[in-house]
Protein backbone atom coordinates (compact mmCIF):
# COMPACT_ATOMS: atom_id res chain seq x y z
CA UNK A 1 0.00 0.00 0.00
CA UNK A 2 0.97 3.40 -0.52
CA UNK A 3 1.66 5.63 2.24
CA UNK A 4 -0.85 8.14 1.54
CA UNK A 5 -3.23 5.54 0.72
CA UNK A 6 -2.40 3.62 3.91
CA UNK A 7 -2.72 6.79 6.18
CA UNK A 8 -5.51 7.66 4.40
CA UNK A 9 -6.73 4.10 5.37
CA UNK A 10 -5.76 4.44 8.88
CA UNK A 11 -7.65 7.74 8.98
CA UNK A 12 -11.05 5.99 8.13
CA UNK A 13 -10.46 3.05 10.32
CA UNK A 14 -10.13 5.75 13.29
CA UNK A 15 -13.73 7.17 12.06
CA UNK A 16 -15.81 4.40 13.79
CA UNK A 17 -14.42 5.31 16.73
CA UNK A 18 -14.34 9.36 16.83
CA UNK A 19 -17.77 9.16 15.65
CA UNK A 20 -18.79 6.95 18.51
CA UNK A 21 -17.55 9.21 21.52
CA UNK A 22 -16.78 12.76 20.09
CA UNK A 23 -15.04 14.89 22.70
CA UNK A 24 -17.68 17.78 24.07
CA UNK A 25 -17.02 21.31 23.01
CA UNK A 26 -16.77 24.19 25.96
CA UNK A 27 -21.32 24.85 25.91
CA UNK A 28 -21.70 21.24 26.28
CA UNK A 29 -22.11 20.29 22.72
CA UNK A 30 -20.82 17.17 21.63
CA UNK A 31 -17.84 18.13 18.64
CA UNK A 32 -18.54 16.66 15.40
CA UNK A 33 -16.50 13.56 14.66
CA UNK A 34 -13.72 13.05 12.18
CA UNK A 35 -13.41 11.57 8.70
CA UNK A 36 -10.82 12.07 6.00
CA UNK A 37 -11.31 13.60 2.61
CA UNK A 38 -9.25 13.79 -0.23
CA UNK A 39 -9.04 17.09 -2.11
CA UNK A 40 -8.75 18.10 -5.38
CA UNK A 41 -4.54 18.07 -5.71
CA UNK A 42 -5.03 14.04 -3.94
CA UNK A 43 -4.01 15.39 -0.38
CA UNK A 44 -5.87 13.86 2.76
CA UNK A 45 -7.35 16.63 5.17
CA UNK A 46 -8.60 14.87 8.82
CA UNK A 47 -12.06 17.29 8.88
CA UNK A 48 -15.32 17.02 11.03
CA UNK A 49 -18.31 15.37 9.82
CA UNK A 50 -21.87 16.01 10.45
CA UNK A 51 -24.54 12.97 11.40
CA UNK A 52 -24.77 12.82 7.37
CA UNK A 53 -21.28 12.26 6.21
CA UNK A 54 -20.60 15.73 5.17
CA UNK A 55 -17.36 17.96 5.80
CA UNK A 56 -17.70 21.50 6.90
CA UNK A 57 -16.60 22.03 3.25
CA UNK A 58 -19.62 19.98 1.82
CA UNK A 59 -21.55 21.12 4.25
CA UNK A 60 -21.31 24.73 3.20
CA UNK A 61 -21.59 23.78 -0.38
CA UNK A 62 -25.17 22.15 0.16
CA UNK A 63 -25.99 25.04 2.25
CA UNK A 64 -25.07 27.53 -0.31
CA UNK A 65 -27.38 25.94 -2.71
CA UNK A 66 -30.08 24.88 -0.53
CA UNK A 67 -30.09 28.95 0.54
CA UNK A 68 -30.45 29.87 -3.05
CA UNK A 69 -33.37 27.62 -3.90
CA UNK A 70 -34.87 28.72 0.20
CA UNK A 71 -33.86 32.77 -0.63
CA UNK A 72 -36.28 32.34 -3.86
CA UNK A 73 -39.20 29.83 -2.47
CA UNK A 74 -39.49 32.80 0.50
CA UNK A 75 -39.61 35.62 -1.91
CA UNK A 76 -42.59 33.71 -3.84
CA UNK A 77 -44.55 33.06 -0.80
CA UNK A 78 -46.38 35.99 1.29
CA UNK A 79 -44.51 35.99 4.84
CA UNK A 80 -46.93 37.00 7.47
CA UNK A 81 -47.35 35.07 10.82
CA UNK A 82 -49.75 34.45 11.79
CA UNK A 83 -51.41 33.36 8.48
CA UNK A 84 -54.48 35.86 7.93
CA UNK A 85 -57.92 34.33 7.65
CA UNK A 86 -57.99 35.34 3.96
CA UNK A 87 -55.17 36.56 1.77
CA UNK A 88 -55.22 37.22 -1.95
CA UNK A 89 -52.50 39.20 -3.76
CA UNK A 90 -51.13 39.86 -6.76
CA UNK A 91 -47.57 40.33 -8.93
CA UNK A 92 -47.25 44.13 -8.59
CA UNK A 93 -44.62 46.11 -6.08
CA UNK A 94 -44.36 49.40 -4.39
CA UNK A 95 -41.92 51.78 -2.64
CA UNK A 96 -42.53 53.48 0.50
CA UNK A 97 -40.53 56.23 1.43
CA UNK A 98 -40.22 57.64 4.61
CA UNK A 99 -40.05 61.43 4.18
CA UNK A 100 -43.82 60.79 2.42
CA UNK A 101 -45.38 58.18 3.87
CA UNK A 102 -47.90 58.49 6.43
CA UNK A 103 -50.54 57.09 9.04
CA UNK A 104 -53.38 58.68 8.26
CA UNK A 105 -57.10 58.35 10.11
CA UNK A 106 -60.20 58.33 7.84
CA UNK A 107 -60.99 62.06 7.34
CA UNK A 108 -63.39 63.88 10.23
CA UNK A 109 -62.17 61.01 12.85
CA UNK A 110 -59.88 62.11 15.75
CA UNK A 111 -56.94 59.75 16.36
CA UNK A 112 -57.22 57.68 19.68
CA UNK A 113 -54.32 57.92 21.81
CA UNK A 114 -53.87 54.13 21.00
CA UNK A 115 -53.83 54.34 17.65
CA UNK A 116 -51.77 57.55 17.33
CA UNK A 117 -48.87 55.59 19.63
CA UNK A 118 -49.14 52.88 17.38
CA UNK A 119 -48.62 54.64 14.22
CA UNK A 120 -45.46 56.15 15.85
CA UNK A 121 -44.13 52.49 17.05
CA UNK A 122 -44.89 50.94 12.96
CA UNK A 123 -43.71 54.29 11.34
CA UNK A 124 -40.30 53.10 13.05
CA UNK A 125 -40.50 49.55 12.62
CA UNK A 126 -41.06 49.84 8.71
CA UNK A 127 -38.77 52.49 8.12
CA UNK A 128 -36.02 51.15 11.07
CA UNK A 129 -34.10 48.27 8.86
CA UNK A 130 -31.94 50.25 7.37
CA UNK A 131 -30.40 53.17 6.88
CA UNK A 132 -29.82 54.04 3.17
CA UNK A 133 -31.71 56.94 1.25
CA UNK A 134 -33.74 55.38 -1.62
CA UNK A 135 -31.43 55.84 -4.56
CA UNK A 136 -34.06 54.05 -7.64
CA UNK A 137 -37.66 53.64 -6.23
CA UNK A 138 -40.26 51.76 -8.06
CA UNK A 139 -42.16 53.87 -10.05
CA UNK A 140 -45.09 53.53 -7.58
CA UNK A 141 -44.92 54.94 -4.21
CA UNK A 142 -47.29 54.52 -1.65
CA UNK A 143 -47.84 57.74 0.24
CA UNK A 144 -50.43 56.68 2.97
CA UNK A 145 -52.43 54.04 4.73
CA UNK A 146 -55.75 55.31 5.66
CA UNK A 147 -57.24 53.71 8.89
CA UNK A 148 -61.43 54.02 9.79
CA UNK A 149 -62.61 52.68 12.65
CA UNK A 150 -66.37 51.75 13.33
CA UNK A 151 -65.09 53.16 17.53
CA UNK A 152 -62.72 55.32 18.92
CA UNK A 153 -63.91 53.67 21.98
CA UNK A 154 -59.95 52.39 23.75
CA UNK A 155 -61.15 50.00 26.35
CA UNK A 156 -59.67 46.72 25.86
CA UNK A 157 -60.83 43.64 27.55
CA UNK A 158 -61.80 40.56 27.14
CA UNK A 159 -63.51 39.30 23.72
CA UNK A 160 -63.00 42.77 21.86
CA UNK A 161 -63.50 42.49 18.15
CA UNK A 162 -59.63 41.77 16.59
CA UNK A 163 -60.69 41.63 13.10
CA UNK A 164 -59.53 44.22 10.39
CA UNK A 165 -60.06 44.32 6.74
CA UNK A 166 -56.11 45.34 4.83
CA UNK A 167 -56.63 46.69 1.41
CA UNK A 168 -53.15 47.52 -0.81
CA UNK A 169 -53.52 48.81 -4.10
CA UNK A 170 -51.56 47.79 -7.36
CA UNK A 171 -48.94 49.65 -9.37
CA UNK A 172 -51.56 51.18 -11.58
CA UNK A 173 -54.11 52.11 -9.01
CA UNK A 174 -54.28 54.68 -6.50
CA UNK A 175 -51.29 54.97 -4.27
CA UNK A 176 -53.45 54.77 -0.77
CA UNK A 177 -53.95 51.61 1.38
CA UNK A 178 -57.11 51.13 3.35
CA UNK A 179 -57.64 49.56 6.83
CA UNK A 180 -60.79 49.02 8.47
CA UNK A 181 -61.40 48.01 11.64
CA UNK A 182 -64.19 48.19 14.45
CA UNK A 183 -62.02 48.55 16.94
CA UNK A 184 -58.45 50.17 18.08
CA UNK A 185 -57.51 46.68 18.69
CA UNK A 186 -58.37 45.42 15.36
CA UNK A 187 -56.82 48.18 13.68
CA UNK A 188 -53.47 47.36 15.73
CA UNK A 189 -53.55 43.78 14.42
CA UNK A 190 -53.77 44.73 10.55
CA UNK A 191 -50.87 47.32 11.37
CA UNK A 192 -48.99 44.24 12.64
CA UNK A 193 -49.55 42.41 9.42
CA UNK A 194 -48.81 45.59 7.06
CA UNK A 195 -45.42 46.00 8.80
CA UNK A 196 -44.52 42.45 8.30
CA UNK A 197 -45.82 42.89 4.25
CA UNK A 198 -42.83 46.01 3.89
CA UNK A 199 -39.56 44.30 2.88
CA UNK A 200 -36.20 46.40 2.11
CA UNK A 201 -34.76 46.37 -1.19
CA UNK A 202 -30.95 46.39 -1.53
CA UNK A 203 -31.91 46.48 -5.61
CA UNK A 204 -33.62 49.98 -5.11
CA UNK A 205 -32.48 50.80 -1.30
CA UNK A 206 -35.87 51.88 -0.09
CA UNK A 207 -38.39 49.71 1.31
CA UNK A 208 -40.83 47.92 -0.70
CA UNK A 209 -44.62 46.04 -0.53
CA UNK A 210 -44.16 43.15 -3.17
CA UNK A 211 -46.74 40.88 -5.17
CA UNK A 212 -49.25 43.93 -4.74
CA UNK A 213 -52.12 44.26 -4.32
CA UNK A 214 -53.48 43.07 -1.61
CA UNK A 215 -57.03 41.90 -0.28
CA UNK A 216 -56.89 40.56 3.44
CA UNK A 217 -59.06 39.87 5.68
CA UNK A 218 -58.94 38.77 8.98
CA UNK A 219 -59.99 37.75 12.56
CA UNK A 220 -58.92 35.52 15.52
CA UNK A 221 -60.36 31.80 15.51
CA UNK A 222 -59.57 32.27 19.92
CA UNK A 223 -60.56 35.50 21.94
CA UNK A 224 -57.85 34.44 24.70
CA UNK A 225 -54.45 33.61 22.70
CA UNK A 226 -51.84 33.72 26.56
CA UNK A 227 -48.22 33.65 27.11
CA UNK A 228 -47.71 32.95 30.89
CA UNK A 229 -44.51 34.85 32.50
CA UNK A 230 -43.16 33.59 35.77
CA UNK A 231 -41.10 36.48 37.65
CA UNK A 232 -41.56 34.36 41.18
CA UNK A 233 -38.89 31.83 40.53
CA UNK A 234 -36.44 34.74 39.02
CA UNK A 235 -37.41 38.65 38.68
CA UNK A 236 -37.89 39.85 35.50
CA UNK A 237 -36.87 43.72 35.20
CA UNK A 238 -39.62 45.74 33.77
CA UNK A 239 -37.96 46.52 30.63
CA UNK A 240 -37.82 43.01 30.11
CA UNK A 241 -41.62 42.81 30.86
CA UNK A 242 -41.83 45.21 28.44
CA UNK A 243 -40.11 43.60 25.29
CA UNK A 244 -41.78 39.76 26.35
CA UNK A 245 -45.00 42.44 25.32
CA UNK A 246 -43.28 43.56 22.14
CA UNK A 247 -42.62 40.29 20.89
CA UNK A 248 -46.35 39.19 21.74
CA UNK A 249 -47.98 41.74 19.47
CA UNK A 250 -45.81 40.87 16.96
CA UNK A 251 -47.81 37.53 16.39
CA UNK A 252 -51.25 39.06 18.11
CA UNK A 253 -51.07 37.09 21.24
CA UNK A 254 -53.32 38.90 23.37
CA UNK A 255 -52.95 37.66 26.87
CA UNK A 256 -49.93 38.15 29.15
CA UNK A 257 -50.78 35.70 32.39
CA UNK A 258 -48.06 37.39 35.03
CA UNK A 259 -47.58 34.60 37.42
CA UNK A 260 -46.23 37.29 39.99
CA UNK A 261 -46.05 35.32 43.38
CA UNK A 262 -45.17 32.05 43.92
CA UNK A 263 -43.42 30.34 47.18
CA UNK A 264 -40.02 31.36 46.40
CA UNK A 265 -41.00 35.23 46.49
CA UNK A 266 -43.75 37.62 46.33
CA UNK A 267 -42.34 41.17 45.07
CA UNK A 268 -45.06 43.06 44.35
CA UNK A 269 -46.24 45.76 46.54
CA UNK A 270 -50.05 45.35 48.45
CA UNK A 271 -50.73 48.27 50.17
CA UNK A 272 -53.74 46.81 52.01
CA UNK A 273 -51.02 44.63 53.10
CA UNK A 274 -47.09 46.51 53.07
CA UNK A 275 -45.42 43.32 54.43
CA UNK A 276 -46.01 40.79 51.90
CA UNK A 277 -43.31 42.11 49.80
CA UNK A 278 -40.62 41.42 52.42
CA UNK A 279 -40.95 38.02 50.92
CA UNK A 280 -39.19 39.13 47.79
CA UNK A 281 -36.14 37.71 47.02
CA UNK A 282 -33.92 41.22 47.78
CA UNK A 283 -34.90 44.62 48.33
CA UNK A 284 -34.06 45.33 44.38
CA UNK A 285 -35.89 42.79 42.82
CA UNK A 286 -39.47 44.29 43.52
CA UNK A 287 -42.70 46.16 41.42
CA UNK A 288 -44.62 49.18 42.81
CA UNK A 289 -48.08 48.73 42.01
CA UNK A 290 -47.77 51.60 40.20
CA UNK A 291 -44.90 49.49 38.10
CA UNK A 292 -47.85 47.25 37.79
CA UNK A 293 -49.75 50.31 36.53
CA UNK A 294 -47.19 51.00 33.68
CA UNK A 295 -47.24 47.46 32.72
CA UNK A 296 -50.91 46.84 32.21
CA UNK A 297 -50.58 50.42 30.43
CA UNK A 298 -47.39 49.10 27.86
CA UNK A 299 -49.88 46.48 27.50
CA UNK A 300 -52.86 48.05 26.32
CA UNK A 301 -51.50 50.36 24.01
CA UNK A 302 -50.41 46.84 22.29
CA UNK A 303 -54.06 45.25 22.43
CA UNK A 304 -52.78 43.03 25.30
CA UNK A 305 -54.60 42.57 28.40
CA UNK A 306 -52.97 41.25 31.72
CA UNK A 307 -54.12 38.92 34.02
CA UNK A 308 -52.37 38.68 37.22
CA UNK A 309 -52.06 35.20 39.28
CA UNK A 310 -51.27 34.89 42.96
CA UNK A 311 -51.50 31.31 43.74
CA UNK A 312 -52.72 29.60 46.71
CA UNK A 313 -53.28 27.88 49.21
CA UNK A 314 -49.97 26.09 47.94
CA UNK A 315 -47.05 27.73 46.55
CA UNK A 316 -47.58 30.43 48.66
CA UNK A 317 -44.79 30.09 51.66
CA UNK A 318 -43.41 33.58 50.73
CA UNK A 319 -46.62 35.21 51.97
CA UNK A 320 -45.08 34.19 55.43
CA UNK A 321 -42.22 36.23 55.65
CA UNK A 322 -43.79 39.48 56.33
CA UNK A 323 -47.10 37.76 58.09
CA UNK A 324 -46.13 34.56 59.42
CA UNK A 325 -49.48 33.84 60.90
CA UNK A 326 -49.98 32.79 57.38
CA UNK A 327 -48.04 29.90 57.89
CA UNK A 328 -49.59 26.83 59.72
CA UNK A 329 -46.25 26.66 61.27
CA UNK A 330 -42.73 27.79 61.61
CA UNK A 331 -41.75 24.53 60.15
CA UNK A 332 -44.54 23.94 57.74
CA UNK A 333 -45.10 26.73 55.54
CA UNK A 334 -47.44 25.72 53.53
CA UNK A 335 -50.56 25.78 52.53
CA UNK A 336 -52.08 28.88 54.11
CA UNK A 337 -53.50 28.38 56.76
CA UNK A 338 -57.00 27.58 56.26
CA UNK A 339 -58.18 27.95 59.87
CA UNK A 340 -57.87 31.36 60.25
CA UNK A 341 -59.59 34.40 58.95
CA UNK A 342 -56.16 36.70 58.65
CA UNK A 343 -55.52 34.25 55.71
CA UNK A 344 -58.91 35.70 54.03
CA UNK A 345 -58.19 39.26 54.84
CA UNK A 346 -55.32 39.49 52.98
CA UNK A 347 -56.70 37.55 50.18
CA UNK A 348 -59.19 40.26 50.39
CA UNK A 349 -56.79 43.02 50.63
CA UNK A 350 -54.79 41.95 47.60
CA UNK A 351 -57.71 41.48 45.49
CA UNK A 352 -59.18 45.17 47.04
CA UNK A 353 -55.73 46.68 45.65
CA UNK A 354 -55.85 44.78 42.34
CA UNK A 355 -59.06 46.46 41.61
CA UNK A 356 -57.21 49.52 40.71
CA UNK A 357 -54.02 48.00 38.76
CA UNK A 358 -55.50 45.24 36.77
CA UNK A 359 -58.83 46.46 34.65
CA UNK A 360 -58.78 42.45 32.90
CA UNK A 361 -61.67 40.83 34.00
CA UNK A 362 -60.02 37.41 34.76
CA UNK A 363 -57.75 36.80 38.00
CA UNK A 364 -56.01 34.17 38.10
CA UNK A 365 -56.26 31.92 41.98
CA UNK A 366 -53.72 29.05 41.06
CA UNK A 367 -55.01 26.20 43.08
CA UNK A 368 -52.29 23.58 42.19
CA UNK A 369 -50.09 20.94 43.68
CA UNK A 370 -51.96 21.52 47.18
CA UNK A 371 -50.26 18.97 49.61
CA UNK A 372 -52.36 19.22 52.76
CA UNK A 373 -49.77 17.60 54.77
CA UNK A 374 -49.06 20.28 57.06
CA UNK A 375 -52.79 20.95 57.61
CA UNK A 376 -53.01 17.63 59.24
CA UNK A 377 -49.44 17.97 61.28
CA UNK A 378 -50.64 21.33 62.58
CA UNK A 379 -52.52 20.83 65.77
CA UNK A 380 -54.55 23.75 65.66
CA UNK A 381 -55.51 23.18 62.11
CA UNK A 382 -56.04 19.66 62.63
CA UNK A 383 -58.52 20.74 65.70
CA UNK A 384 -59.93 22.87 63.32
CA UNK A 385 -60.79 20.47 60.80
CA UNK A 386 -61.82 17.52 63.28
CA UNK A 387 -64.73 20.79 64.67
CA UNK A 388 -65.98 21.57 61.12
CA UNK A 389 -66.13 17.47 60.07
CA UNK A 390 -64.00 18.67 57.49
CA UNK A 391 -61.78 16.03 55.52
CA UNK A 392 -58.69 18.09 54.04
CA UNK A 393 -60.29 17.50 50.60
CA UNK A 394 -63.08 19.61 52.11
CA UNK A 395 -60.89 22.45 53.36
CA UNK A 396 -58.92 22.71 49.70
CA UNK A 397 -62.84 23.13 48.62
CA UNK A 398 -63.30 25.50 51.46
CA UNK A 399 -60.29 27.67 50.83
CA UNK A 400 -60.43 27.79 46.94
CA UNK A 401 -64.49 28.81 46.93
CA UNK A 402 -63.31 31.24 49.85
CA UNK A 403 -60.96 32.89 47.34
CA UNK A 404 -63.30 32.68 43.98
CA UNK A 405 -66.10 34.38 46.38
CA UNK A 406 -63.78 36.98 47.03
CA UNK A 407 -62.14 37.61 44.18
CA UNK A 408 -65.79 37.46 42.21
CA UNK A 409 -66.76 39.94 45.02
CA UNK A 410 -64.27 43.00 43.63
CA UNK A 411 -65.59 42.43 40.16
CA UNK A 412 -62.99 39.89 38.86
CA UNK A 413 -63.78 36.06 37.51
CA UNK A 414 -61.75 33.16 38.99
CA UNK A 415 -59.11 30.88 36.35
CA UNK A 416 -58.08 28.14 38.26
CA UNK A 417 -55.99 25.24 37.64
CA UNK A 418 -57.50 22.16 36.62
CA UNK A 419 -56.69 20.29 40.14
CA UNK A 420 -59.56 22.25 41.24
CA UNK A 421 -61.91 21.22 38.52
CA UNK A 422 -60.71 17.48 39.27
CA UNK A 423 -61.12 17.45 43.14
CA UNK A 424 -64.41 19.31 43.70
CA UNK A 425 -66.36 20.66 39.87
CA UNK A 426 -69.64 20.56 41.78
CA UNK A 427 -68.14 23.50 44.16
CA UNK A 428 -66.80 25.55 41.90
CA UNK A 429 -68.48 28.63 40.89
CA UNK A 430 -70.17 28.76 37.65
CA UNK A 431 -67.66 31.47 36.31
CA UNK A 432 -64.64 29.32 36.96
CA UNK A 433 -62.15 29.23 33.96
CA UNK A 434 -60.78 26.14 34.39
CA UNK A 435 -57.28 26.03 33.16
CA UNK A 436 -55.77 22.67 31.87
CA UNK A 437 -52.09 22.16 32.02
CA UNK A 438 -51.77 18.17 33.01
CA UNK A 439 -53.91 16.38 31.02
CA UNK A 440 -54.89 16.73 27.36
CA UNK A 441 -58.54 15.79 27.91
CA UNK A 442 -59.07 18.45 30.75
CA UNK A 443 -61.06 20.75 28.41
CA UNK A 444 -63.24 18.07 26.99
CA UNK A 445 -64.21 17.07 30.51
CA UNK A 446 -64.51 20.98 31.91
CA UNK A 447 -67.01 22.07 28.88
CA UNK A 448 -69.58 19.10 29.57
CA UNK A 449 -69.80 20.41 32.73
CA UNK A 450 -70.50 23.94 31.48
CA UNK A 451 -67.38 25.53 32.71
CA UNK A 452 -64.80 27.43 29.80
CA UNK A 453 -61.42 26.19 29.42
CA UNK A 454 -57.92 27.53 28.97
CA UNK A 455 -55.93 24.93 27.30
CA UNK A 456 -51.93 24.71 28.64
CA UNK A 457 -51.16 21.08 28.35
CA UNK A 458 -47.36 20.98 29.30
CA UNK A 459 -46.40 18.13 26.89
CA UNK A 460 -46.66 20.62 24.68
CA UNK A 461 -47.13 23.85 25.45
CA UNK A 462 -44.97 24.39 28.40
CA UNK A 463 -41.47 26.66 26.80
CA UNK A 464 -39.57 25.70 30.21
CA UNK A 465 -39.92 22.35 28.66
CA UNK A 466 -36.56 22.74 26.78
CA UNK A 467 -37.24 18.85 24.92
CA UNK A 468 -40.93 20.33 23.99
CA UNK A 469 -40.93 20.77 20.17
CA UNK A 470 -41.88 23.91 18.21
CA UNK A 471 -43.78 21.36 16.21
CA UNK A 472 -45.40 20.16 19.00
CA UNK A 473 -46.40 23.67 19.69
CA UNK A 474 -48.00 24.27 16.49
CA UNK A 475 -49.40 20.67 16.27
CA UNK A 476 -51.50 20.86 19.65
CA UNK A 477 -55.12 21.14 18.54
CA UNK A 478 -57.52 23.13 21.47
CA UNK A 479 -60.92 21.77 20.92
CA UNK A 480 -59.19 18.23 20.20
CA UNK A 481 -62.08 15.45 20.41
CA UNK A 482 -64.51 18.57 21.17
CA UNK A 483 -67.69 18.13 18.58
CA UNK A 484 -70.49 20.16 19.92
CA UNK A 485 -70.32 23.18 18.86
CA UNK A 486 -71.34 25.40 22.26
CA UNK A 487 -69.16 22.60 24.20
CA UNK A 488 -66.05 24.55 21.37
CA UNK A 489 -67.88 27.79 22.19
CA UNK A 490 -66.73 27.24 25.84
CA UNK A 491 -62.99 26.51 25.10
CA UNK A 492 -62.33 30.36 25.06
CA UNK A 493 -58.38 29.69 23.69
CA UNK A 494 -54.91 28.75 25.02
CA UNK A 495 -52.05 29.74 26.79
CA UNK A 496 -47.84 28.65 26.65
CA UNK A 497 -45.95 28.92 29.91
CA UNK A 498 -42.48 30.49 30.47
CA UNK A 499 -42.34 29.23 33.96
CA UNK A 500 -39.09 30.74 35.42
CA UNK A 501 -36.99 28.07 37.23
CA UNK A 502 -34.19 28.12 34.69
CA UNK A 503 -35.04 31.86 32.85
CA UNK A 504 -34.66 35.16 33.49
CA UNK A 505 -33.69 38.36 31.46
CA UNK A 506 -30.48 36.78 29.99
CA UNK A 507 -32.13 33.69 28.46
CA UNK A 508 -36.13 34.51 28.50
CA UNK A 509 -36.45 35.94 24.82
CA UNK A 510 -34.66 32.79 23.12
CA UNK A 511 -36.72 30.13 25.28
CA UNK A 512 -39.64 31.82 24.33
CA UNK A 513 -39.49 32.38 20.33
CA UNK A 514 -39.86 31.40 18.04
CA UNK A 515 -42.01 28.30 19.89
CA UNK A 516 -44.43 30.48 21.17
CA UNK A 517 -45.12 31.57 17.85
CA UNK A 518 -45.82 28.26 16.74
CA UNK A 519 -49.24 28.30 19.14
CA UNK A 520 -50.02 31.73 17.92
CA UNK A 521 -50.95 30.94 15.03
CA UNK A 522 -52.70 27.70 16.14
CA UNK A 523 -54.52 30.03 18.52
CA UNK A 524 -55.10 32.78 15.55
CA UNK A 525 -55.46 31.17 11.90
CA UNK A 526 -58.41 30.02 10.84
CA UNK A 527 -58.32 25.84 11.25
CA UNK A 528 -57.87 24.96 7.75
CA UNK A 529 -54.29 27.00 7.83
CA UNK A 530 -52.79 24.54 10.78
CA UNK A 531 -54.75 21.61 10.13
CA UNK A 532 -52.19 20.40 7.52
CA UNK A 533 -49.27 20.16 10.30
CA UNK A 534 -45.76 21.76 10.49
CA UNK A 535 -44.27 21.19 7.74
CA UNK A 536 -46.11 23.26 5.59
CA UNK A 537 -45.35 26.62 8.03
CA UNK A 538 -41.65 25.51 8.38
CA UNK A 539 -40.35 28.63 6.21
CA UNK A 540 -42.60 30.98 7.31
CA UNK A 541 -41.49 30.63 11.16
CA UNK A 542 -38.03 30.92 9.98
CA UNK A 543 -38.85 34.38 8.05
CA UNK A 544 -40.93 35.32 11.60
CA UNK A 545 -37.89 34.08 13.54
CA UNK A 546 -35.31 36.12 11.29
CA UNK A 547 -38.24 39.22 11.52
CA UNK A 548 -38.10 39.54 15.21
CA UNK A 549 -34.35 38.69 16.11
CA UNK A 550 -34.17 42.27 13.33
CA UNK A 551 -36.43 44.07 15.31
CA UNK A 552 -34.41 43.30 18.46
CA UNK A 553 -36.26 40.68 19.88
CA UNK A 554 -33.93 37.37 20.50
CA UNK A 555 -35.38 34.25 19.06
CA UNK A 556 -33.53 30.87 18.94
CA UNK A 557 -33.41 28.88 15.52
CA UNK A 558 -36.38 27.17 13.84
CA UNK A 559 -33.93 24.44 13.19
CA UNK A 560 -30.77 22.97 15.02
CA UNK A 561 -27.91 21.75 13.05
CA UNK A 562 -27.93 20.70 9.46
CA UNK A 563 -31.55 19.09 9.79
CA UNK A 564 -34.62 19.15 11.49
CA UNK A 565 -33.82 19.16 15.25
CA UNK A 566 -36.45 20.35 17.48
CA UNK A 567 -35.58 21.70 20.74
CA UNK A 568 -36.13 25.24 22.79
CA UNK A 569 -33.59 27.82 23.52
CA UNK A 570 -30.66 26.34 20.93
CA UNK A 571 -28.01 28.21 19.90
CA UNK A 572 -26.44 28.20 15.90
CA UNK A 573 -23.99 25.30 15.34
CA UNK A 574 -23.28 26.19 11.85
CA UNK A 575 -22.15 29.51 10.12
CA UNK A 576 -25.00 30.16 7.49
CA UNK A 577 -28.31 32.45 6.95
CA UNK A 578 -30.54 33.06 9.10
CA UNK A 579 -33.42 31.21 6.69
CA UNK A 580 -31.29 28.36 7.29
CA UNK A 581 -31.68 28.22 11.14
Known amino acids: MEPRSFAAWLCLLGVVVMRNAGPVQGNGSPQLPLASFQDANGDWHLERVNDLGESRRGLIERRRKRSQDQVKLVQDE??????????????????????????????????????????????????????????????RTLVKLVVTLGSLDEELQYGVDESYKLDIP??????????????VYGALRGLETFSQLATFSFESKSMQINKTPYIIKDFPRFPYRGLLVDTARHYQPISSIKRILDSMAHSKLNVLHWHIVDEQSFPLEIPSYPSLWKGAYSYAERYTLDDAREIVRYARLRGINVMPEVDMPGHAASWGVGYPDLWPSPDCLMPLDVSKNITFDVINGIFQDFKSVFPFKFAHLGGDEVNMDCWTQTHHIRSWLIHNNFTTKDAYADFVTRAQDIALNHGFEPVNWEETFYSFPSKLRNKTVVHNWLNGGTCQKAVKLGFRCI?????????????AAWHGFYNTEPLHNITDAHERSLVIGGEVCMWGETADASNVMQTIWPRAAAAAERLWSAFNVTKHGHKRAVQRLQHFRCLLNKRGIAAAPVLEGSEYYYFGRASPTEPGPCFEQ
Open 78 to 139: VKVWPMPVSLKHGRGALSLDRKRFSFEVSEGSAVPDTLAQAFSRYSDIIFGQHFSISASPLA
Open 170 to 183: DSSRENVAHLAAPT
Open 455 to 467: MSDQAFWYLDHLD
